[in-house]
């Protein structure tokens, strides 16, 4: 006798559109789109038990790919994951160039997936209602959001959108955050904080946050252990921002006072500014001389050109002077021409005093020696 099934957890069994244990979103942003998720599965248990919680990802990217595109997922893992894999398989294959080709393309891998992997499942009807986020570039268009529900594709979403737990206080918090446009380190922040307040309020949202950037030229998830660091750069912020507006619309101060209270709000957020930028230029210099697989950011996590001196266990990081910039522009145009230049100055890249961290931009490193030598 074949053995049953394992039982679809209750929350999966409500009304079509309920995904209320998870938390998605995608919206456009400056150079591409940035998608967030938790990465927590809850089961809801029998009266009387705890429900049982589960590490799971929930977003996905092609592992090699040419074309641009992620996938998101609110239900079963199982169709989420068929759909995911069907569709970067006939999207490298096809690359299709417009937005319409693309919504062909989502179109077909989902009827596919339908006639063969849900016919195979112990769970077909999870199929009809599995809900997605499909971000991608076509090759000859703009960046484009796609959301699907069973075998039905959306048209391209304009907006920011919201899977999973879209409520209407996760709805408002993210339309009075979003700005179009937005640089998209300022976006991974927005999006880090959109999870980290659904964690805050919706029951079965939780985890680790995890960021998917969509650029021209490819789709990562980000870093994890930087997003964990992010997670708490964001919390460190939210703490002094919140002083500051309370600060600020407190009448009861007097104007003679209240210059030196800003004063003191600011002096703070220009300290951990500083602290944090100095965690993420050391971060990806690190990763350039200790890790060979390190291929770069995918988005700039540091102001371009930033200059790093190292002496005496003190760390200084300055903007570039005119002349600096032009020494700058000159290794990036040598970079251009020698692609080796990324992890070849691993070799050179050693952290002593009387040396200098010339960090360029776009993961191009250098060490110049404090006299102007090469070292």
């Given at each position: 006798m074949p053995p049953k099934p394992q039982a679809i957890p209750q929350r999966l069994l409500r009304p079509p559109g309920d995904r209320s244990m998870t938390y998605i979103s995608a919206f456009e942003c400056e150079d591409g789109i940035v998608m967030c998720a938790d990465t927590q599965e809850t089961y809801e248990a029998r009266t009387g038990y705890k429900d049982e919680k589960e590490y799971v990802e929930k977003l996905f990217v092609p592992e090699n790919s040419s074309y641009p595109i992620a996938v998101g997922g609110a239900g079963l893992d199982e169709p989420i994951e068929a759909f995911a894999l069907e569709l970067f398989e006939q999207v490298e294959k096809q690359q299709p160039a417009t937005i319409p080709d693309l919504r062909c393309v989502i179109k077909?891998?989902?009827?596919?997936?339908?006639?063969?992997?849900?016919?195979?499942?112990?769970?077909?009807?999870?199929?009809r209602t599995t809900k997605c986020l499909v971000a991608a570039k076509p090759k000859q268009d703009e960046f484009a959001i796609f959301t699907t529900t069973g075998k039905r594709v959306s048209f391209r979403k304009k907006e920011p959108v919201i899977i999973g737990y879209d409520t209407p206080a996760n709805k408002a918090l993210l339309k009075r955050m979003y700005r179009p446009n937005l640089p998209m380190q300022q976006a991974v922040m927005l999006a880090i904080y959109l999870v980290s307040q659904s964690k805050a309020r919706d029951v079965g949202v939780g985890g680790e946050p995890r960021i998917v950037v969509v650029r021209t030229n490819g789709a990562w998830i980000d870093d994890p252990l930087y997003i964990a660091a992010a997670e708490k750069r964001v919390d460190d912020f939210l703490r002094l921002t919140d002083s500051l507006f309370l600060l600020s619309v407190d009448i009861g101060i007097a104007p003679s006072k209240f210059p030196d209270e800003l004063a003191k709000v600011s002096s703070k957020i220009t300290e951990l500014r500083n602290a944090y930028l100095i965690h993420s230029v050391m971060r990806e210099l690190l990763l350039v001389q200790n890790?060979?697989?390190?291929?770069?950011?995918?988005?700039?996590?540091?102001?371009?050109?930033c200059l790093v001196s190292i002496k005496d266990g003190t760390i200084e990081i300055k903007e570039p002077s005119k002349d600096e910039l032009e020494q700058k522009m000159q290794y990036l145009r040598d970079a251009h021409s020698n692609p080796n230049n990324v992890h070849g100055a691993r070799e050179q890249i050693k952290l002593l005093e009387g040396k200098q961290v010339l960090y360029v931009g776009e993961e191009i490193v250098r060490i110049q020696a404090m006299s102007g030598s090469t070292g």
């Open positions: 077909a891998a989902i009827e596919e997936v339908h006639a063969s992997d849900a016919k195979l499942s112990a769970w077909p009807g999870m199929y890790d060979p697989n390190y291929k770069g950011e995918p988005y700039r996590k540091t102001f371009d050109g």
